[in-house]
């Protein structure tokens, strides 16, 4: 079974400071990772995904997220936060057996960005 | 690309009335699309998948009478809350698969949602 955990509920950065948001996973076999952004009564948006290449992956808006196995994490982080930023973020685990794809999301992050 | 719609963005309907949300991808063609559903401040919990001109696959604990799913072509899912209830009120999102040719793993596309308001 797939699981992942979004450790902080709620994080809140400056506007122009680094932002971090954390997630750890559970998975039985090699999980496909995902981070999605959804902004107020918006649908999600996918930010960045990783499938098994690099272990550092770069997504949309300057965002980008590093794969440890060994830790298992894949923490999202962006150097400078823009107002624009602040949203809900989920972070998502799948598992792709036999053809069936079933996405697992985390409870999510809510990121404020402090003018 | 990879454009997924769903209309309408929001409905409010009196108790005991049904609704249909669309769910279509607008610029290729979904073999597999998922329901979701999302209460206020939570995540999302998979209602069910929709492969195109099969039965719909539904997660446990979700009333496949109540939640009718229809995907009857390769651009359209529909989801049909049955005599709906003030309890049935949540924000209603589907994602659709684009398959890349040799890859297991495919990237889902969500649309906007939609929310429903049952009085």
């Known amino acids: 079974a797939q699981s992942v955990t979004q450790l902080d509920s709620h994080v809140s950065v400056s506007e122009g400071t680094p932002v971090l948001l954390r997630c750890n996973y559970s998975?039985?076999?090699?999980?496909?990772l995902f981070w999605y952004v959804q902004h107020p009564n918006k649908g999600l948006q996918l930010l960045l995904k990783?499938?098994?290449?690099?272990?550092l992956v770069k997504g949309i808006n300057g965002f980008e997220a590093e794969f440890k196995k060994s830790e298992t994490s894949f923490h999202l982080t962006k150097p400078s936060a823009h107002m624009s930023d602040a949203a809900e973020y989920f972070c998502?685990?799948?598992?792709?057996?036999?053809?069936?794809?079933?996405?697992?999301f985390g409870t999510g992050t809510r990121l404020t960005i402090i003018p | 690309g990879a454009v997924v719609s769903q209309h309408p963005s929001w409905v409010i309907c009196k108790s005991g009335t049904s609704v249909k949300i669309e769910c279509r991808s607008l610029?290729?063609?979904?073999?597999?699309m998922f329901w979701y559903r999302q209460f206020p401040k939570q995540s999302l919990m998979l209602m069910a998948t929709?492969?195109?001109?099969?039965?719909?696959?539904?997660e446990q604990g979700v009333e496949k009478d109540k939640f009718l799913i229809n995907h009857a072509s390769l651009t359209l899912s529909t989801l049909t809350v049955t005599s709906a209830h003030p309890e049935d009120s949540s924000f209603y999102i589907c994602?659709?698969?684009?398959?890349?040719?040799?890859?297991?793993?495919?990237?889902?596309?969500f649309g906007p949602g939609t929310r429903l308001t049952v009085l």
């Open positions: 929709s492969n195109e001109g099969s039965k719909a696959t539904y």
């Open positions: 998975s039985s076999y090699s999980p496909s």
């Open positions: 610029d290729f063609q979904a073999t597999t």
């Open positions: 994602s659709a698969r684009a398959p890349l040719a040799g890859v297991s793993t495919d990237t889902q596309y």
């Open positions: 990783y499938t098994s290449a690099a272990t």
């Open positions: 998502v685990v799948s598992e792709a057996r036999f053809g069936n794809e079933k996405l697992t």
